[in-house]
């Protein structure tokens, strides 16, 4: 897509998000003005194709579009995120009862999320233990959802569950109005950073029509790897690379406008601290780098796409650990007494980290793939 229309329709969506952002994290409220934007902005349908009333974004322009909420807001960037993984699938499996669901979700008239991760399997979101039971033409099963984003917001809620009889990965995707009977989120979100993205736990206790299900009778797992993986894993690394990016700027322009009186000289003069500045901006443009490539990868398959897959986030995850650090240490205490937006990147940037899948798991993953071993 063509840069200056991307530009054009993010420009409020920035403006709302880095206006509202550190009143959003000091309260933990929902960035309502961000997300309002984001609706109005067509930018809910950034991935989707236009024959479906996206714009036919490419993994590309969602490492731009990503990175860039995310140095705004982080938390409209994770809500923004959980909306385009929740897409993806019904793009690629639309349920054949609720006709126009896509068109809803790529306008921003509906608002979607993932309610993968289960209390029984913590981070191990590809195996639900909770289990449908199936009868004429409806669907039951009770699921107690460790995190949702936007738990209290998101119309749409694309659910797992294991298929009636299998093993502990044979599941089902489900996109379910959250306003059905038996939905109920759990008590309100603390987090130490993203506090406005109301991730909260969420019961399911519900009977729903078969016709919610995305693709197939047990077609679940390979949605979540095939239609969810792809977009979440690069979408989540672009959060972190916005973070970073953020973290990375915000030090220079301390270090720049801060000076010790009595010496005459700026932070920026002492050579360790440029020394760190350079190491920020090497590690962060190297990472923008890495996820083009990804991006591409991902246009043009070949045999290294999934291993590019399972590397870009943990990669991104670790990245912005480190380049928030460095960015808190440079700050000294002036980001240490929260007097700049230092500590909100810092804070924001470990939720990437343990967000499943966790960088740890997908380095295990990695690991496993380059031994040939099978990664479940
Ligand atoms: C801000 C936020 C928003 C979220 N939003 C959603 C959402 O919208 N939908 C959703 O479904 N989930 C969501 N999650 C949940 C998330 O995806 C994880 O399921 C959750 O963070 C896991 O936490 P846990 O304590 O259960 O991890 P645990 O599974 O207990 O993991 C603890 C540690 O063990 C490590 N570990 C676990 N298994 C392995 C392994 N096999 N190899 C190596 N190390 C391993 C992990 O890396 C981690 O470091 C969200 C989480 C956060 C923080």
Redesign the pocket.
Known sequence: MAPRVIQERLAPVLEAAAGNAADVDRAGRFPREAVDALRDSGLCGLTVPEAEGGLGGSPHDLVEVMSSVAAACGSTA?IYL?HVAATMPVAVAPPDGHPGLLREMASGAKLG?????ERGS????WAPVSRQAQTNGSVAFSAT?????SAGEADIIVSSALVPEGGPIDSDLFAIPRATPGIEPGGPWT?MG?RG?D?RPMSLEVEIPAGWRLGSPGEGFRLMMEAVLPWFNLGNASVSLGLATAAADGAVKHATGSSFQHLGESLADLPTIRAQLARMHIRTDALRSYLHEVAGSLMQPDDRTQLRVLASKAYANDTALEVTDMAMRVCGGAAFSQHLAIDRFFRDAR?GH???P????LY?FYGKAITGRPLF
């Open positions: 994770m959980m999320t993932l309610a993968f991760s913590r981070s191990h979101f959802k460790s995190w949702v984003t987090g993203l993205n991730s939720a343990v967000m499943a966790t960088a740890d798991v295990d």
